[in-house]
């Protein structure tokens, strides 16, 4: 569908500083314990952690984003702390005003072979059981905007950003 043309490579600086939902894949490559704040150490696996968030503060996905490329000096969120040891291989956003990320979290949670590595992660304020999963296998954002679309028609564009 047209309106919502997916994979187009996306420039930070082409991004808005508009309210939005993101989510962030990020790449594992080997078995690593960390410290992620009052969760404790946890176990991090080899495989694509899949984190949904959101941005409704100043400076929205714009400067959401920028803040998830950087390593956090001093780290605030759980992904914080979780990020510093992965890498950041792709983002999937969107500027629709919905608070829409629980309903992401649920959708990436059904992804298949999705697991909860760490319960609780960066859903200390929700009843989800988790904003973040692990799956095996690269996440792919079409199929993703699809089973979003499922779950609600009308949802707004998601855009992809591919980092290097
Ligand atoms: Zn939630």
Redesign the pocket.
């Known amino acids: 569908m047209r309106s919502l043309r997916l994979c187009v490579r996306i420039d930070i600086k082409k991004m808005r500083n508009l309210p939005g939902t993101y989510a962030l894949i990020l790449i594992s490559s080997s078995d690593q314990l960390i410290e992620i704040g009052k969760l404790g150490r946890v176990s991090v696996q080899p495989g694509f952690y899949v984190y949904a968030g959101s941005a409704f503060g100043p400076g929205g996905i714009k400067a959401r984003i920028a803040h998830h490329k950087r390593i956090a000096a001093r780290p605030h969120w759980h992904i914080d702390y979780l990020r510093a040891y992965l890498h950041l291989v792709e983002i999937w956003y969107t500027y629709d005003c919905g608070h829409h ?2 309903l992401w ?1 649920s959708v990436l949670g059904c992804s298949k072979g999705a697991t909860t590595p760490i319960p609780g992660f960066g ?1 200390s304020d ?3 059981k988790s ?1 973040l999963y692990l799956i095996s296998f690269k996440p792919s954002a079409r199929r993703f905007r699809d089973k979003l679309r499922a779950k609600l028609n009308g949802h707004g564009r998601i855009f992809t950003h591919k980092l290097k």
């Open positions: 990320e629980h979290a859903a929700c009843r989800c904003h």
